[in-house]
């Protein structure tokens, strides 16, 4: 007799979704909730359950949204929901019930502990993080302190004891150069399209666009040529490149945007759908979706559009 591991069995798409989470079915959302409150529970904590947060008596807010597509995403199904819940509930409470960081750590050991983050504009409030600098339409590089259990972006009263933002950030840039490349791999099909993708642990491996050009040295032993490279980074854990050098763009492009919708969407992290172009460190949106939202479109122009231009002339391929 042979055995066979199956997937854990989820609601189908033809039973009513979560209109919050729509990876959700309803069924599947009110267990996961229902599960959210009694990890509270157990702490002692009557919370109020909204679609995507909850909050206790002492009004604070605990978003939900990266706690379910973390469930979502967990091959094991929704008999491992509990525990996931339980444990994120556990150290979410144990790291706002300890004293901050920022009053414990001197500021040297502050610094040693800085990174740049790179992050949707969903996921910051602009008054609390007015030095936030812009990376791209829709995307800001802020600072963040990395802790044991847990990773505190920076607003601009933590940031002000510490010194000149600027020196911050170089130090903090400094500190991302020196972090390992977890893991590597080469997406590519029989037709010649590859690109590479960075995947890690990290909460920066995505951030590391912000030091592309020594990143892509590192990992392919050669450095960018003028031209730059197209980037994507769909959610924390991911940076997909692929280094401008002939037409081999063209079919990366297509794949690229592919790869950052399909990794953006039910991820925890999620950053950006979208591919860019890179070039000396600015970001230009190359895909976008189409106006009545029914899949996705290139969309070229300018500077882009005269290199694509170039590099066809100068590979024109076979007659």
Known sequence: MGWFLRRPKRDGD???????????SDREAA?????????????????????????DDG???????????????DDRGPRVWPDLVRQHVERVLRTMDAPSALDTLSPEQIRAQLYPRVVGVEGIDPAAFGYARSVAPGLYEILALDLPESVMMLTDEA???????????DRALANLRGLPVEGHETVRDTDGMRFEVLIGDSFYTASRVLDLDAVVRRVTGEPLGEHGALVAMPFRHQLAFHPIRDTGIIPALGAMASFAAAGYADTPGAISPYVFWWRDGTLTQLSDYDE????????????????????????????
Do not use: K, S, W
């Not at 009004?59 to 995403?73: D, I, K, T």
């Open 31 to 55: 267990h996961f909730r229902g599960q959210v409150r009694e990890a509270f529970a157990e702490h002692g904590l009557e919370v109020t359950v909204f679609a995507d947060m909850v909050t």
């Open 159 to 169: 940031l002000e004891p510490l010194g000149d933002v600027r020196h911050l950030r």
């Open 14 to 24: 033809d039973v009513p979704r979560d209109t919050e989470f729509a990876y959700f």
């Open 59 to 73: 009004g604070r807010h605990f978003g939900l949204g990266n706690l379910a597509a973390v469930c979502h995403n």
């Open 292 to 319: 009545d939202g029914d899949g996705l479109r290139i969309v070229v122009g300018g500077d882009f559009e005269d290199l694509l231009e170039r590099l066809v002339a100068e590979n024109p391929g076979p007659d």
